[in-house]
């Protein structure tokens, strides 16, 4: 009777971690939504950067939502990474640290593209974003105004008001900034427009703090 030879054996390739899995989906999630925007950014196009099927993702994030949800969160948790002791400075220092930031988002683009993009479409209703956006919003103008507060003598404190507006005037400052800097990055300098705004609040608030800057 004739015999056949057997197929050759496949070997299987290595199962790789659900952690590890996890953050490879959400560091192609973060490009893509970057690139492409949430609504045009497919999750076909995620599982294929990271070598696996559009069900694959489904299976770690239950959906295209949960995804985006997540990638905020990693994003924010990339942020993180840069304190000492992973918390927030307080103070002048955190001030000083919004240059810093600046100074290394020139270095980031895609970092810097993906929240641009993200954050501009959590004003459209019903995006999955727009409560995470809303409370990042929140916490950094929180954590900013207590920086300028922690700037000012005691005995000449600024009304909440001002503190409150020059807190949301940075924030305003950053993310316009990062918006004309991925549009012509030779024309803007981050860093030092970032900086000279902070120290012109300063002073608006009675402040005696000043940024290092490197004017």
């Excluded at 197929?7 to 390739?13: A, H, I, M, S, Y």
């Excluded at 952690?19 to 959400?26: G, S």
């Excluded at 120290?199 to 402040?207: F, I, K, P, Q």
Aim: glycine share 6%.
């Amino acid at each position: 009777m004739a015999t056949h030879p057997a197929p050759p054996r496949r070997d299987r390739l290595p199962r790789v971690p659900a952690d590890q899995r996890r953050a490879e989906i959400l560091a192609a999630a973060l490009e893509v939504f970057g690139s492409r925007g949430y609504h045009k950014g497919g999750l076909t196009e995620i599982a294929e950067r990271v070598g696996i099927t559009h069900q694959g993702v489904l299976h770690h994030f239950g959906s295209k939502e949960q995804l985006l949800v997540e990638v905020l969160a990693y994003r924010d948790a990339l942020d993180v990474q840069e304190y000492e002791n992973q918390q927030p400075p307080y103070g002048p220092d955190l001030l000083r640290h919004l240059v810093d930031t600046a100074r290394r988002n020139t270095q980031r683009k895609g970092l810097v593209q993906s929240y641009a993009v993200l954050s501009a479409e959590s004003v459209t209703e019903g995006h999955p974003a727009q409560g995470s956006f809303r409370d990042r919003f929140t916490q950094l103008r929180e954590l900013t105004a207590d920086a300028l507060r922690a700037s000012c003598p005691v005995d000449a404190m600024p009304s909440d008001k001002e503190i409150d507006a020059a807190a949301s005037s940075i924030l305003a400052l950053m993310d316009g900034l990062q918006v004309q800097w991925l549009l012509d990055p030779d024309k803007v300098d981050m860093p030092y427009a970032v900086g000279l705004v902070i120290d012109a609040l300063l002073e608006r608030v009675g402040s005696p703090s000043r940024i290092d800057n490197d004017l």
